[in-house]
Structures are given as C-alpha cells and as structure tokens.
C-alpha cells in the first residue's frame, strides 16, 4: 500500500469532529516525514498533550537517529485509543496493538537492543498509551527505515479492513512537524532542545571523568 500525503485530513482532523450518532472507532494512522530527532520527539509529546484534538484512535510512527542509544537509529510508534464501547483500553488490549507492530517488522530488522514498551497514562487522565521503540542500527539504510514504518503502518489498515477490533480506516497521511501542522509544536521543540543539550552535556561529563554538579 503506498503512504499518501493527506494535508486537509490532518488540518481538520486535529480541530475534533462531533456526531450525534453511535460512536464509530476509526483509526487514524500519521507517519512523520521528518528524521530529525527533535522534531519527532516534539511530536510524540504533542500528541500526548494534546489529545483532545485527536479523533477515536490514533497510530503514530516516527524514525530519526537517537543519542539515547549511542547515536544508533530509531522507530516510535505511538498508540492512543479506546474500544468500541468508548472504554478505556485495557493492558492486554494494548499488548495486542505491540504484538502488531512486532508481527510487521521485517525479518532481517536489525535491533541492536529489546524494544522498549510503555504503557502510560494520556495527560487529560482518560485512558492510556502505548508508546515502543525499536533501536536499530546506525548503518541502516533510511529507505529501510521507510520501509519498516509502511510494514507497520499497512499491518493496522490489513486490521482495519479485516474487521478484527472493531476498526474502521479513516486515513493514512504523512506528517511534517512543524506549526503549520501541529500548533504550538515550536515551543515543544525547544524544551526538547535544551533537554537534549543537557544529556549531551552529562554524557561528556561521564566520559571526561567529572561527576555531576548540582546548580
């Protein structure tokens, strides 16, 4: 299935939509354009805080390289939603969303470490996320990387279009995260910046021997 860039769909799809009628759980699927670690790192935060622009469930899938893991690569892929009664996701329900990122993943995936797997709670106190990351080698290619992230992303609209879950596909778009997309991602972005900064600083104080000053 080829990714399709979708600007309207997320533009509009972030204002909320309202309905009168039974609720339908559809899954929105969003795959950042961008590589850089800040940016995607803004971008994961955004949608943690601001979920209620986001409409039923949503999927983020995100790669750029990580200082976090001695400078290899990296994919997120963020999970937020509810079951079709509107309840709270449960954390087998939420096992079941990583299995099906784990089932996607090609088999010659290079990991250079076990994925990571976090269940956290949304930032308005509703519900909860899923949030993975796959480190992966620094040498491989970002034609891979882009690869990995469609295996991914087609294994949720395969769901989808099987009816398994409850699902209904509303769209698959590729995202930039800047402000034009997400609002207030710049402010974001710089939080993340200085926070990025001070890990780098920290990491060359433990290599150069010199141990953490407070103030």
Not at 53 to 81: D, E, P
């Amino acid at each position: 299935m080829i990714l399709s860039r979708s600007l309207q769909f997320c533009r509009t799809g972030f204002r909320g939509l309202s309905t009168s009628h039974p609720k339908s759980i559809s899954l929105q699927v969003l795959v950042s354009q961008s590589n850089d670690l800040v940016a995607n790192v803004a971008l994961e935060e955004w949608m943690k805080r601001c979920s209620t622009h986001r409409t039923n469930n949503l999927l983020l899938l995100l790669s750029s390289n990580t200082i976090v893991h001695n400078n290899c690569k990296s994919i997120h892929a963020f999970f937020s939603g509810e079951d079709e009664r509107g309840k709270t996701l449960s954390t087998d329900q939420l096992a079941q969303q990583a299995n099906l990122v784990f089932s996607a993943l090609p088999k010659d995936t290079a990991l250079v470490e076990l994925p990571m797997v976090r269940v956290a709670a949304e930032e308005n106190g509703k519900g909860n996320n899923l949030l993975i990351s796959l480190p992966l080698d620094s040498h491989v290619d970002d034609d891979v990387l882009k690869t990995t992230l469609q295996c991914i992303a087609n294994s949720f609209v395969q769901k989808c279009r099987g009816g398994d879950g409850g699902y209904s596909l509303s769209r698959i778009s590729l995202v930039r995260p800047d402000g034009g997309w997400f609002p207030g991602i710049q402010e974001i972005q710089r939080d993340v910046q200085l926070s990025l900064k001070e890990i780098e600083a920290i990491k060359l104080d433990k290599a150069n021997g010199k141990p953490k000053t407070n103030g």
